[in-house]
């Protein structure tokens, strides 16, 4: 081979390794989720919203959640209703803040004949979620489910959610605004009195196939069957066709 072919060929080696080396970086940057040029920081991963569905959804069996309790659940709405919707929650979850408007939709259109209990599943990467719902325990203990849905309606109304969007230092405060005892309710908080409770109930949401927030279940509380309705965060549209088909069932 003359020099001239073999400088030629040296060269092609050149670019072709020079070629394989780049696709590498580029191939490197995606499987990692780097973007270029940015100084090494991880892209991020984009939110997406629980799609509205295209139909209702069809309630199933749900047997193992736990029964209600007039001691433990803290209802809203008629204590004479024919039906519960009992709803899993977390204070900082922002398809419940969502939820929860959709609550007093149902509250206001069903009046006697539905009444509401939440339960508490606060996420783990939600930071806040814990004590949030301790210290919706202590407001509660001091004023009853009064306080308690007072109480619950001013976090959703002021949280921004996704983790620590109601700082804790407000919950004091927040506690004082609704007419309980600041300092009393503080004492409670501190002291972590409900926080086994609050672990029980996301344990039992657990046993009962609960992975992610708000979950829901519709209670007959005449026959005591209790049926799932899936979706999250659903329009209020497809909580009525549920509804309405477990009325006309009775």
């Known amino acids: 081979m003359n020099s001239l072919s073999s400088g030629s060929a040296t060269k092609s080696n050149i670019w072709f390794s020079v070629s394989l080396g780049l696709i590498g970086i580029i191939v490197g940057y995606t499987l990692a989720g780097i973007v270029p040029g940015s100084g090494g920081k ?5 939110i997406v919203a629980n799609p509205t569905p295209t ?11 736990p029964a209600l309790d007039a001691k433990a ?9 024919k039906l519960t919707l009992v709803t899993y929650t977390d204070f900082e979850c922002p398809f419940c803040k969502r939820h929860h408007a959709t609550i007093q939709q149902i509250l206001s259109t069903y009046k006697d004949t539905v009444n509401v209990v939440y339960r508490y599943f606060p996420l783990s990467f939600h930071q806040n979620g814990q004590k949030e719902a301790e210290a919706a325990e202590c407001a509660a203990d001091q004023g009853g489910d009064s306080a308690f849905w007072k109480f619950a309606d001013g976090i959703f109304a002021k949280t921004t959610s996704n983790g620590t969007g109601f ?11 609704i007419g309980l005892d600041q300092a009393k309710f503080q004492t409670c908080l501190d002291s972590g009195t409900f926080a086994q409770k609050v672990k029980s109930e996301e344990d039992a949401g657990s046993n009962a196939g609960v992975s992610g ?6 209670v007959d509380n ?5 049926q799932e309705i899936p979706g999250g965060a659903i329009p209020f549209s497809s909580f009525k066709t549920a509804i309405d088909a477990a009325l006309a069932a009775k």
């Not at 700082?167 to 605004?177: H, I």
């Open 42 to 46: 991880v892209a991020p991963t984009p």
């Open 55 to 65: 139909a209702a959804p069809t309630p199933a069996p749900a047997a193992n959640i």
């Open 73 to 81: 659940d803290h209802y809203t709405g008629s204590p004479n209703a």
């Open 167 to 177: 700082a804790l230092d407000q919950l004091g405060p927040l506690a004082k605004s």
């Open 213 to 218: 927030t708000p979950a829901n279940f519709l």
């Open 222 to 226: 005449t026959t005591k069957k209790i």
